[in-house]
């Protein structure tokens, strides 16, 4: 059945792509357009208003339509990967304004905020977003511009309460941004909590099978701050392919049962290892110790994530000992995926990483629980 007044709910939107098909053929799949450019017609118009791929492609628009319904937003943009997606969205902003952004997030992103985007002119602070009062006190009225958050934030999956981070940055004057790739959709939907833009490296859940590069931003509104990301895009041809994007759309329709399954999965986990002797902590906000277990609960409807991590009892050594001795985990970077991965994050990121050296972080997939959990009894034995 749909919800009240007709409208369907979201894991039917997605499953079926908003019944988005092929209109020439009835094909229940929407089609690809490879073209990279369009005919005009004899006094040159365009007949549907396209000239040439790079500004946009024809096969952008299902996965951008479901996205943006499954969001709650007027407008989604896809683009070639996460990071495009994200720097996009600074360049966006003009030299002198100000941003915050968390402590905690994803490296990539925050090497790139405190290496090019200050040298580009953005003045950028870290602060511990978990702490509004920190937050409150490091804006800077009438220049921040934007609040940019990450909820679960990796690799410690702390949490952010979205609903108060938009109040403080809305009463200063700036947007706030959430990077929600760990809670998609199907957990948390943050604009109906404040937020006014929401990335996705679609890499990761939004596809969920490990084999697509893409990133997407969805927005509240449609206005001039969104019309110059999407200047950003296409003058700087930061889309992705227009397989890319039909294999995204395909990986969509399955979201709802991927992350359904990865969120129990990962919650038997993070319940079985919590007070494993072997380890120092398990960190995940679906657990009532963790600090973040109310907030989470708050504003994550049918789970807390599929990403955990675990503090091995003892040094790097002992770490890496741990993830060497795996068999059915993959020692692998991403996460997202219909696999469950496992890496030593410290390694991974080098030595300016703010990532405990003991700290081993979980991308839980949707094999079954038990053999999961078997094997990293097995692992955890050698220590």
Known sequence: MAEKGGKLRPATQAARALGLGDVATGGVVPPVQP????????????PDGRSYARPANPTFEPPEAVLAALEGGAAAMLFASGMAAATALFQALAPGDHVLAPKVMYWGLRDWLLGFARSWGLAVDLVDMTDLAALKA???????????????????????????????????????????T??????TRPIEHGADIVMHSATKYLNGHSDVLAGALVTRHIDAFWERIAAVRAAAGALPGPFEAWLLLRGMRTLFLRV??????????????????????????????????AIARRQMTGGFGGMLSIRVAGDADAALAVAARVRVWTRATSLGGVESLIEHRATIE??????????????????????????????????
């Open 138 to 180: 490091a804006l800077r009225p009438g220049r921040t511009r934007l609040v940019w958050i990450e909820t679960p934030a990796n690799p410690t999956w702390c949490v952010t309460d979205i609903a108060g981070a938009a109040a403080i940055a809305h009463a200063a004057g700036a947007r706030l941004v959430v990077d929600s």
């Open 260 to 293: 359904r399954e990865s969120a129990a999965n990962a919650q038997a986990i993070a319940e079985h290892f919590q007070d494993h002797p072997k380890l120092r902590a398990v960190l995940y906000p679906g657990l009532p110790r963790d600090p973040g277990h």
């Open 182 to 187: 760990v809670a998609t959709p199907v957990l």
């Open 35 to 46: 073209a990279t450019t369009f005919a005009r017609t004899a006094d040159y118009g365009l």
């Open 350 to 383: 080098g030595p300016d990483s703010p990532a405990p050296p003991d700290l081993l972080r979980l991308s839980v997939g949707i094999e079954d629980r038990r053999d999961l959990i078997e094997d990293l009894e097995q692992a955890l034995g050698a220590l």
